[in-house]
């Protein structure tokens, strides 16, 4: 059974970086796509970005311009550099794991604060 363990949330003041790392264990094979999606207080999950074994990606909307995902195929770990934070970037961030886009495995989730 595949195994998604996050690190690197924390608290940051607004205009800060954080790091975001996301190891696969478990799996027996290549995962083919690697992503993040988000979830603030009161509001629904939303896609931060993914990024597929073969190098395709996509960026949620609010985030284009300021996060970067990166991959590192043969350990199963996916990265999330994230720039120029706002108070908005506050959320539980979540990896996740999938044949196609759609998430086939979560990851616990790690805590992103962005406050002054």
């Known amino acids: 059974q595949v195994q998604l363990v996050e690190s690197g949330g924390g608290l940051v003041q607004p205009g800060g970086s954080l790091r975001l790392s996301c190891a696969a264990s478990g799996s027996g094979f290549s995962i083919n796509v690697m992503g993040w999606y988000r979830q603030a207080p009161g509001k629904e999950r939303e896609l931060v970005a993914y990024k597929t074994r073969v190098g395709s990606l996509k960026y949620g909307d609010s985030v284009k311009g300021r996060f970067t995902i990166s991959r590192d195929n043969a350990k199963n770990t996916v990265f999330l550099q994230m720039n120029s934070l706002k108070l908005d970037d506050t959320a539980v961030y979540y990896c996740?794991?999938?044949?196609?886009?759609?998430?086939?495995?979560w990851g616990q989730g790690t805590q992103v604060t962005v406050s002054s």
């Open positions: 996740y794991r999938g044949l196609t886009a759609t998430p086939d495995s």
